[in-house]
C-alpha cells in the first residue's frame, strides 16, 4: 500500500531541526541493517529514503513527512558501528543522535532494526534499557528476514526478544519480499496515534 511521503529537511546539528509540529517516529539501526530499504517499504515508495551501495552513507538526521492518520515524521538517523567509518566520525554523530532522541519533544517512539543474522550486538543491549529509562517506545524489526530459513528466522526472533527483553516479538521483515512489512507498518502507526502532537 502506497502512503504519500515526502522529503522534508536534513540536519547536522541541533540548531537545524525542524519545528516539532508532528509526531515523530525516529528509525535507528547499523548502517549496513537496511534503513532507507525499509523506509521506502514501509510507504510503498522507492526513491524516498535514498539507499546506497557503501553502508554508514547517511551522515545526517532527515525527516520525511508521513500523509497518513494521523500524519507524522518519520526521521532517519544515522547508521552505526560501520567499520570503513573512521571511530572519531563515529563519536561526531553520537552527540547529534542523543540530543535528538533525548530532548526531541515530538518524538512518539523509535523503530529499531537489526540484521537477523547478526541478532541484538553491544549497541541494542546498552540502547533498549536507555531508551525505556526515558520511556521512548521502542518497536524492534529484524531486517533480511529472507536471508534466514524460516525455522532458524523464529530461533533468532525469540533469541532478540529474550536478549533485549521486549514485552513482545521483533518482527521480521524483508523488503525483498515484502513479509512483515504492513503488519510492522501498522503498529508504528498505532505508536504514532497514542502520541498526542505538540501544540
Do not use: C, H
Amino acid at each position: 500500500m502506497k502512503t504519500p511521503a515526502r522529503f522534508v529537511i536534513s540536519a547536522a546539528e541541533p540548531s537545524q531541526f525542524p519545528p516539532p509540529t508532528l509526531p515523530e517516529l525516529a528509525v535507528v539501526g547499523r548502517s549496513n541493517v537496511g534503513k532507507s530499504s525499509l523506509i521506502n517499504a514501509l510507504v510503498g515508495q522507492d526513491g524516498l529514503a535514498r539507499t546506497s551501495r557503501t553502508p554508514g552513507r547517511t551522515r545526517l538526521i532527515n525527516w520525511f513527512e508521513i500523509a497518513a492518520q494521523p500524519p507524522f515524521f518519520v526521521v532517519d538517523l544515522p547508521g552505526y558501528g560501520y567499520a570503513e567509518v573512521s571511530q572519531a566520525m563515529r563519536e561526531s554523530w553520537r552527540p547529534l543522535i542523543e540530543t535528538y532522541l533525548a530532548n526531541r519533544t515530538s518524538l512518539a517512539g523509535v523503530l529499531l532494526l537489526v540484521d537477523v543474522r547478526r541478532g541484538a550486538q553491544d549497541e541494542e543491549l546498552d540502547f533498549v534499557p536507555w531508551l525505556d529509562e526515558r520511556e521512548i517506545p521502542v518497536v524492534v524489526a529484524l531486517t533480511k528476514a529472507d536471508k534466514l530459513a524460516k525455522n532458524k528466522r523464529m530461533v533468532e526472533v525469540q533469541k532478540v526478544r529474550r536478549a533485549l527483553d521486549l514485552r513482545r516479538d521483533p518482527f521480521a521483515v524483508s523488503t525483498l519480499s515484502g513479509e512483515g512489512v504492513d503488519p510492522l507498518w501498522r503498529t508504528l502507526v498505532g505508536v504514532v496515534t497514542k502520541r498526542v502532537a505538540p501544540v
